[in-house]
T-cell receptor, first 113, second 115 residues
Framework: AQSVTQLDSQVPVFEEAPVELRCNYSSSVSVYLFWYVQYPNQGLQLLLK??????LVKGINGFEAEFNKSQTSFHLRKPSVHISDTAEYFCAVSGGGNNDMRFGAGTRLTVKP | SQTIHQWPATLVQPVGSPLSLECTVE??????LYWYRQAAGRGLQLLFY??????ISSEVPQNLSASRPQDRQFILSSKKLLLSDSGFYLC??????????????FGNGTRLTVT
């Protein structure tokens, strides 16, 4: 079975600062990894995904993530955040089956002016 | 392109009343469909999923039920709501045939408050 741990429940940063949201996973099979963003009172929107190939994946809104198999991590990064990046971010892992996408508990990113 | 519609956006219901939330997907056929619940400050909990018309799998036993009367329609129901049913309900779909690699696509959610 797969599981996901998001190491920080809240991350406050100042505008234009870099940010890293941490995600670790565990799985007994090969995995596919996803990051989603959720703005208040909205559904989840796909930011990026790792399926295979290059371990550095780029997504929307200037975000990128790096898959590290040896450390079982998939951390999300952005070199310079904006106020509009304030949202909840979810890491997810898919390992198999129709229902087998597991989500982390989420990290609330707050960007301050 | 594919779109997913979920309604209503907000709902306030008294304890003991029935519930019906609806979700429809456009632009794709035979999708996998999912209902998630998100409680305040918590992650996503998978409630039900469906791989075809009339096929429902339940992940968590509770007083909710789901139905799929048409290929792209997914309904979440309850006969009698409890206070603990309050939360944010999300419908999602995934393309069949490559389930592991396919991302979930979410609707905008329904905020349910049971009073």
């Amino acid at each position: 079975a797969q599981s996901v741990t998001q190491l920080d429940s809240q991350v406050p940063v100042f505008e234009e600062a870099p940010v890293e949201l941490r995600c670790n996973y565990s799985s007994s099979v090969s995995v596919y990894l996803f990051w989603y963003v959720q703005y208040p009172n909205q559904g989840l929107q796909l930011l990026l995904k790792y399926l295979s190939g290059s371990t550095l994946v780029k997504g929307i809104n200037g975000f990128e993530a790096e898959f590290n198999k040896s450390q079982t991590s998939f951390h999300l990064r952005k070199p310079s955040v904006h106020i509009s990046d304030t949202a909840e971010y979810f890491c997810a892992v898919s390992g198999g089956g129709n229902n087998d996408m597991r989500f982390g508990a989420g990290t609330r990113l707050t960007v301050k002016p | 392109s594919q779109t997913i519609h979920q309604w209503p956006a907000t709902l306030v219901q008294p304890v003991g009343s029935p519930l019906s939330l609806e979700c429809t997907v456009e632009g794709t056929s035979n999708p996998n469909l999912y209902w998630y619940r998100q409680a305040a400050g918590r992650g996503l909990q998978l409630l039900f999923y469906s791989v075809g018309i009339g096929q429902i799998s339940s992940e968590v036993p509770q007083n909710l039920s789901a139905s799929r009367p048409q290929d792209r329609q997914f309904i979440l129901s309850s006969k009698k709501l409890l206070l603990s049913d309050s939360g944010f309900y999300l419908c999602a779909w995934k393309r069949q045939g490559a389930e592991r690699r396919s991302p979930l696509h979410f609707g905008n959610g329904t905020r349910l408050t049971v009073t």
